[in-house]
Nanobody, 124 residues
Framework: QVQLVESGGGLVQAGGSLRLSCAAS????????MGWFRQAPGKEREFIAV????????AYADSVKGRFTISRDNAKNTVYLQMNSLKPEDTAIYYC?????????????????WGQGTRVTVSS
């Protein structure tokens, strides 16, 4: 079991940056692949980024590639999402999620543990 708590959301102007954090409970954090997803009003939850247990393997959605960076610090049980060059279309609630095991997946159905989300609003 792992519990996840996101933080770092807020209001930012287009072109700005935010860094989201997701703190995980439990002593087995390093055995989980971690992902970030987002859900905008009226839209389905969409995959943003995923990182494997060691941080050596990552994947991104095309919509954020080159702008967002996922990373993790296993000593701090925390995964991060650095978001640069933000656009109004990045406005959403951002969720982190955990998936046990070494293989990374991008579908939300592959993640069994979810945080409560943090809201990101990008103004034009």
């Amino acid at each position: 079991q792992v519990q996840l708590v996101e933080s770092g959301g807020g209001l930012v102007q287009a072109g700005g940056s935010l860094r989201l954090s997701c703190a995980a409970s439990g002593r087995t954090f390093s055995s989980y692949a971690m992902g970030w997803f987002r859900q905008a009003p009226g839209k389905e939850r969409e995959f943003i980024a995923v990182i494997n247990w060691s941080g050596g393997n990552t994947a991104y959605a095309d919509s954020v590639k080159g702008r967002f960076t996922i990373s993790r610090d296993n000593a701090k049980n925390t995964v991060y999402l650095q978001m640069n060059s933000l656009k109004p279309e990045d406005t959403a609630i951002y969720y982190c999620a955990a998936r046990p095991g070494p293989v990374i997946r991008t579908g939300a159905e592959n993640f069994g543990f979810w945080g409560q989300g943090t809201r990101v609003t990008v103004s034009s």
